[in-house]
């Protein structure tokens, strides 16, 4: 008789007390993982390919960092953290885009340190929602990071950026540039648009901009276990909406002033 995988439970609960739990196939994939020799394992985790029915999910490996971590098993443990980090560098590159050149490094590695560090700390729960849904908990992290490097006041920011030669402008472009809410908006224009356009917005309403359209994030939703625009602040889904109706409207004027 095959024997049952004991998987450690979540802790951490929602506001209104119900504790979190992973989905389904997340449970699925660790009673199969679990058992597993370290050769196959390590085998299993060299698939990027997250269609492919050999992928290991990103929930998955971050219970496998925690158990290693329980385990005392370092080398595993290595091994696991190499495999997060490699997943999130690029979603990590791609929404620090904005950052100043000489920042970026020192924002990439805070992200990083924010985000390993609760996974491998056992004295704390803080990261069960990363076994829930990972891609959202490591934008969330993200956020709490880059908004401290990007703020009006950073005259240097804006001045490497708007001063770097045109094919440095040109590598920093993102592909899903064409996600911000102007209208017609050129690649050889995103430099400038993250450097002066967003300068033109407050502060709250640039980081709501940038978390509605740049990371996604939903204005209100029911599940108090999902990080919203907000909840993030604090305030009514009417304020987010009134924030981001005059970011665009800003936004528009400073394309018509530019003559496109």
């Not at 119900?18 to 196959?40: F, G």
């Amino acid at each position: 008789m095959k024997q049952e995988v004991e998987i450690e439970p979540l802790t951490k609960a929602t506001t209104d007390g119900k504790v979190y739990t992973r989905r389904t196939e997340v449970e699925q994939q660790l009673r199969e993982l679990l058992p597993l020799a370290r050769d196959i394992l390590t085998e299993r985790l060299k698939e990027t390919d997250y269609e492919k029915p050999g992928y290991v999910k990103s929930e998955c490996v971050a219970y496998l960092i925690r158990h290693s971590r329980r385990l005392g098993d370092d080398e595993a443990l290595s091994d696991l953290a190499e495999t997060i980090t490699k997943r999130i560098n690029h979603t990590i590159d791609r929404h620090i885009s904005f950052v100043s050149p000489n920042r970026k490094q020192e924002c990439h590695d805070e992200i990083i340190t924010k985000i390993i560090l609760p996974l491998v700390d056992l004295q704390t729960n803080s990261s069960d929602y990363a076994q829930i849904n990972f891609g959202r908990w490591v934008k969330y992290h993200i956020l709490d990071v880059v908004e401290r490097y990007f703020s009006v006041s950073d005259k240097e920011s804006r001045t490497d950026s708007l001063t770097s030669t045109e094919d440095d402008a040109e590598e920093e472009v993102p592909a899903e540039s064409e996600e911000f809410r102007v209208s017609g908006l050129r690649p050889e224009e995103y430099s400038v648009f993250i450097t002066d356009a967003l300068n033109e917005l407050s502060e709250n309403e640039r980081k709501t901009y940038l978390m509605r359209y740049r990371w996604e994030w939903e204005i209100e939703n029911k599940n108090p276990a999902i990080p919203t625009i907000s909840r993030h602040f604090g305030v009514t889904p009417r304020t987010i909406n009134n924030w981001l109706n005059s970011a665009e409207r800003k936004l528009s004027e400073w394309r018509n002033q530019r003559g496109s």
